[in-house]
Every structure is written in C-alpha cells, then in structure tokens.
C-alpha cells in the first residue's frame, strides 16, 4: 500500500555458525516439520488431481476416483493424451490460448508504458497539478472495477454525450482486442503509476541532473536512463499483471462476451463447464492448459513476482 | 527556410502516419476470418510497439512548439495519455454509475433511490451481503491466520523453506476459474447410478462406510466450501508478505528475549506479531477488498448460485446486468461495493499524505 516501495530482494541469510544451527535444529522440531507437510500436502493435492485426472482416459475417469491411480501406476490403460488433443481441437481452447496471449502481453505492456512516462514526469518534471493529480491516482488504487464496467461497456457500443452533444464516438470496441486493452489498461493504471513514481522517483536526482546538463533532453534521460534503472520495479509490476489479466474472467467476459471467435481461457473454461459439466477428462485438461503459462511465468520469474507483491498495494 | 518546412512536414506526417497505419491494424483485428495466428502475431505487436510509438511521435512533435512555450508543454504529453485513461476508464464511469443508479432499467428516466431500496429489500440481495459479510471476515481470518503460522514455522526450516513455500504460493497462479474447476475433484458429488464418486471428498466418506454427501448444495456450509477455495488461493500472498516482514525484524531483539527466557509462543505473541502488525494490517485490508468483489468462484459454479444460496454481491450485479437486464439495479449494486471501499481510500490517501510531509 500507501508505504510500499519496490525492495532490493532480502539478503540470503549468512551461513549460521555451528553454535546456531545447533540451536536452529532445536527450534525446528518435528512440531514445525509435521505442521509443514500437513499443510503442503493439504495444499498440493487438489492441483495434483487436476493434473491426474488430465492425463486419464475418459471411463478411468468416470469409474473410479483419481487418487486410485496411485494403487496401480503404471497401467497401460491408466494414461492418455488424448483428453488434450480433444480439449486443443474440439473444446477450441487452442484458439482461446491465443487469444489469451493476444489479451494479456498488450494489456501487460500498454500500462507499463503510459505509467512509466507518467511516473517520470510525476517525479521529475515540474507542471501544475502535480501533486493533486498523483493524490487522486492514489485514490483511485481501491475503485472497484465492478463500477466501470457499465459506463465503459455503453461507451463502447453508443459512445457518449454530454447535453445532446456526442463527446465520445461510437467506436464499436465492444469484443475488439482494442477494447480489451484499453480497459484493462484503465484498470492496471493506478496500481502502476504508484509502484513506479514510487521507485522512479527515489532514484538518485544527481543522475538525472547531471544527464541534463550533458544536454540530454526528457525523453533521451527517460528513454536511456531512467527505463533501464527501473527494470526491477517494471518487471515486477509486468508479472503481476500478467497473471491478473491471464486469470480474469470479468473484464474478458465483459468486453469480449462470453462466446464467438475471441474469447479467452477463462471464457472457455467456464463455457465448457457449462456446456460438458461432467466430462472431467476434458475441463481437467482445459484447466490445465490455462494453469499452463501462469504457472510457468509463476515458476521461472518468481522471485520478481514474490518482490512485486511485497511492494504490492491495495488495487480495485 | 525550405529545411524548416521539410522538417515540419516530416514531423507532422509520421504521428499521422503511425496513427493511419494502427487505424488499419485494427480494422484487420475486427475481421473475423482472418488467421488466428496472424491477427494474434498483429496484435501483439501493434499492442506493444504502437504505444511507444505514439509518445515518440507527440514528442517530436512538441519540439516543433516555440522554444518558449516547449517545457511547459512536454510534461502534459509524458503525463496526459494516462490522466485520458484514468478518466475516461475509472473517473468518468465512477460519476456515470452513480447516475445511472438512479435511473430505470434501460436508464431512460430516473426513479430516485428505487434501485437502492432493491438492494437492501430484495431477498436474494440481502442473503448475498450476508454470505459477502462472511466472505470479508472469515477469507482474510483463514489467509492471514495460516499464512502467519506458516511463515514463522517455514522460517525455521534448515533446509526446504523456499520450495515449502512456492508449493503454498502455486495456487496465486491459477484463476479463480481454473480454480473452481480444480475443486471440483474434491467436492463433486453423483447420485447413484450416474457413476463413481469422483469427488475426494466423497471418496472419503465412502471409504468411512458413510453415504456421499452433496457438499456444494448443503446449506448454508456450501459457502464455507467456496470460500476454502479463496483461502487456498490467497495464503499464499499472506503468507509471502508476511515471511517478508518476519525476516525483516532484527534478530537481536529476538535472540535477547530467548536469553531472557521467553519461550517460543511468547516471542511469536509479544515481539514477532507486534512488530509486523502493520504489514498484518495492510495484507488484512489487501484481502478484505478481494474478498468484497469475490465474482468468479460463485460465478463459474455449474449450479444456480440462488438455489444454492451462495450469491455474493459481486456476482449479483453481473446477474443483474447481463442476465436481468436492468442497468439501474447493477449500477446501485456497483455503487454499495464502492461505498464499502471509500474508507480504504480515504485511509490511503491520507497515508500518502504523512509518507509526503516526512519526505
């Protein structure tokens, strides 16, 4: 929230010397052990019987419970891959992958982009209303985006006026790219602008002044200073949102409907949950590519992710 | 003179070019019988590249202004894209849903309070701000109450604490709606005749020589069960933070209250959770929030969320809006989860504020 800033990753705790590691293994009973294996196993096993069910066949799946599989591994008619092929194809979930990626790596960058320009010129470049603007950025952190979404939607099928007078025209956005973008920019913005003004901004000012009087203007300090100082801050806010967009099913529902040519993963998954509610073979394996890219995103740039949500806020 | 109006042109024409050229691009996008690869390869790069452009181009076109009047020019164009986003995609609507609120289904003609006399009179309404109650004080008791527990034991771990951890963080990863899905394999039920239980659950009680039980359909425990799944979820983030603030605490302080011979649960009570309450506080209002426009859990359920008495209010204004059709009613919904937010806002713009007196 309001006292976060993007923070060096904490140090990896020193070798403790003997005396402490003694003492450490003492604190570190079974007590703590059994706590955490109750506690991982808990939390593991319902993605591992995603993953399970995923990869039997349909009538494994239908005459016996997925933790079964453990009392016979290693039958030949235990496994398949089919459910996906038939999930890619049929259940359309390789167009809805698509999709997803041309969602999210726009909606990713486009507020990265605007909010990193804004938090430089919000830290350092002098123009009225600095100040008052920023606060209301702040207090636009909590708006729950449940409030946008009737206005924005109008706005995309009719446009807008204002006493009889079109102010905003008839765009058509309703299920474009465009439009999801757009809106899912809007919504990242402010938790962006904060994140980064907060990091731009304590970068040291000798940097910046001395760039200036080499005869750099704003946008080369930007461009070449700035931007790369600030690829901590930038990639943990980008695999924040990431996933955030990824995940949606709100804003994708909203604005790009919940049927037809493009809609995204988690459009599909819940058509397919309504539509083949009990064929588990096949949600399980959809499920699963939609936990694909998250989970490998999640996996190799985790300790960006971890830095993120620590410096994370209160977003709407 | 003639180098000046070559430079003048050339710099008027490139961001009328740029735009000309995204314009078709997105024309292309709307075609629908086009390659799915190619639209998704268009868009992605329109998507990113076409905003960086955009700034370049209002750049050099700034420096076409007279020296004069260029700097104090140059700041709106770093700042002015994003200020037309906020506005047009939060502050606008903000203004636009309260006035619609107040007006009919279609937003014809105004009907004074009617759609907020709806919203506290309505009974699946009002069952829904109840199960939303629950949801905003049992998810962030169960989150921050295992994720503090697990952060301070995973803290002693010798050996293993980072994969212990990223294996309760996973779930932050899958989508509320994968999610539900994934928590299917434990809830399900089939009466008899249709199959095997499928469910673990179920699979559970069969094995304990008990009938199975319809878990999301028991009223009202089948809220609980959802919100099991917010909890699994989220955790993970509490639990993160909080390892994050335990380790920042200074060992000193610590290791001096075991030598004065505090034992373990007094330390964790009396230093440990006193010095990272703000963090408590912060992930606490962090999930608060969450929990308050909990939508896709309740939403992607195959069973009608009124029959099983699971609605939740921001599941009720989609309701509303899509399936109901009325406007107004869906805006008074939105407008009542604002209003619970407002405090936050005033309580975070006012922490920005002291952060901007000491700076």
Redesign the interface.
């Known amino acids: 929230?309001?006292?976060?800033t993007v923070e060096a990753p904490?140090k990896a705790p020193a070798p403790a010397p003997e005396g402490d590691?003694l003492e450490?293994?003492g604190?570190?009973g079974w007590f703590?052990?059994i706590?955490?294996v109750v506690?991982?196993i808990l939390?593991?096993?319902?993605?591992l019987?995603?993953l399970i069910?995923s990869f039997r066949p349909e009538d494994a799946?239908?005459?016996?419970?997925?933790?079964e599989v453990f009392a016979h591994p290693f039958g030949a008619t235990e496994w398949t891959l089919e459910n996906y092929r038939i999930a890619l194809d049929q259940g359309g979930f390789g167009?809805a992958f698509?999709?997803s990626?041309?969602v999210t790596?726009?909606?990713t960058?486009?507020p990265i982009?605007?909010?990193a320009?804004?938090a430089?010129?919000?830290s350092w470049?002098?123009?009225r209303g600095r100040?008052v603007?920023f606060?209301?950025?702040?207090?636009?952190?909590?708006?729950?985006?449940?409030?946008?979404?009737?206005?924005?939607l109008?706005?995309y099928t009719q446009g807008?006026t204002l006493f009889g007078r079109e102010i905003?025209p008839d765009l058509s956005l309703q299920g474009?790219?465009?439009g999801i973008?757009?809106?899912h920019?809007?919504?990242g913005?402010?938790l962006a602008?904060y994140l980064l003004r907060n990091y731009i901004g304590s970068l040291p000012s000798s940097i910046i002044e001395s760039a200036k009087i080499d005869g750099a203007d704003?946008?080369t300090i930007?461009w070449r200073l700035v931007v790369p100082l600030s690829v901590p801050a930038i990639a943990a806010f980008a695999i924040f949102q990431f996933?955030w967009v990824?995940?949606?099913?709100?804003v994708a529902?909203?604005f790009l409907g919940g049927a037809g040519?493009n809609i995204v993963?988690?459009v599909a998954?819940?058509e397919l949950?309504?539509s083949r509610?009990e064929n588990?073979h096949l949600?399980?394996s959809?499920?699963f590519i939609?936990?694909a890219l998250?989970?490998l995103?999640?996996?190799a740039l985790?300790k960006y992710f971890?830095r993120g949500?620590?410096a994370?806020?209160?977003?709407? | 003179m003639l180098v000046l109006l070559l430079r003048v042109l050339v710099a008027v024409a490139v961001p009328v070019a740029t735009f000309s050229i995204l314009w078709w691009t997105f024309e292309f996008l709307r075609d629908e019988n086009a390659n799915r690869f190619i639209v998704v390869g268009v868009a992605i790069a329109v998507g990113v590249g076409g905003v960086f452009v955009l700034y370049w181009g209002m750049n050099r076109a700034v420096d076409l202004f007279p020296a004069r009047v260029r700097e104090s020019v140059r700041p709106y164009v770093f700042v002015g894209p994003c200020l037309v986003i906020l506005a047009v995609f939060l502050v606008y609507p903000v203004i636009n849903t309260v006035l619609i609120s107040l007006k009919d289904a279609n937003s014809q003609s105004f009907v004074g309070l009617d759609n907020f006399k709806f919203v506290f009179t309505d009974s699946d309404m009002l069952r829904a701000i109840r199960n939303t109650a629950g949801w905003i004080i049992l998810v962030p008791l169960a989150a921050v109450t295992i994720g503090l527990i697990y952060a301070t034991l995973a803290d002693r771990l010798r050996r293993g604490e980072a994969v212990a951890k990223s294996l309760i963080f996973l779930p932050m990863a899958i989508s509320f709606a994968g999610a539900s899905i994934t928590w299917q394999l434990i809830y399900s039920y089939r009466p008899q005749g249709f199959g095997s239980n499928i469910g673990l659950l179920n699979g559970i009680m069969i094995g304990l020589g008990q009938e199975p039980v319809k878990w999301l359909e028991l009223q009202p425990w089948n809220n609980l069960f959802l919100m099991v799944i917010m909890v699994w979820i989220q955790t993970g983030f509490a639990m993160v933070v909080l390892s994050a603030a335990i380790k920042s605490i200074p060992d000193e302080i610590i290791e001096a209250a075991r030598i004065d011979g505090a034992s373990e649960f007094q330390v964790f009570r009396r230093i440990m959770v006193p010095s990272i309450l703000p963090t408590i506080v912060v992930v606490t209002t962090y999930m608060v929030i969450n929990s308050l426009k909990v939508f896709d859990i309740v939403f992607v359920q195959p069973a009608s969320a009124e029959t099983n008495g699971t609605v939740v209010v921001a599941e009720r204004m989609i309701r509303w809006f899509f399936q109901l059709n009325h406007n107004g009613r869906a805006a008074a919904i939105a407008v009542v989860l604002f209003a619970a937010v407002i405090p936050v806002m005033v309580w975070n713009i006012r922490r920005f504020r002291e952060e901007e007196a000491i700076r």
Do not use: C
């Not at chain 1, 929230?1 to 976060?4: I, P, T």
């Not at chain 1, 799946?61 to 933790?67: D, E, F, L, M, P």
């Not at chain 1, 950025?137 to 924005?152: D, N, S």
């Open positions: 929230m309001s006292s976060a904490p590691q450490a293994a604190r570190g703590v052990r706590t955490i506690i991982v939390w593991t096993i319902p993605t019987g995603v069910t799946v239908n005459t016996s419970g997925w933790w167009n698509l999709n990626l041309a790596i726009p909606s960058v486009i982009t605007i909010a320009f804004a430089y010129a919000f470049m002098e123009f100040y603007l606060v209301i950025v702040v207090g636009l952190l909590v708006v729950p985006l449940q409030m946008a979404l009737i206005p924005i109008r706005l807008a905003f474009t790219f465009l973008w757009l809106a920019a809007g919504f913005l402010p602008v704003h946008f930007f996933l990824w995940n949606d099913l709100l529902y909203v040519q993963v988690t998954l819940r949950v309504g509610g588990w949600l399980t959809a499920a939609s936990m998250p989970l995103v999640f996996f985790q971890v949500l620590t994370g806020a209160v977003k709407g």
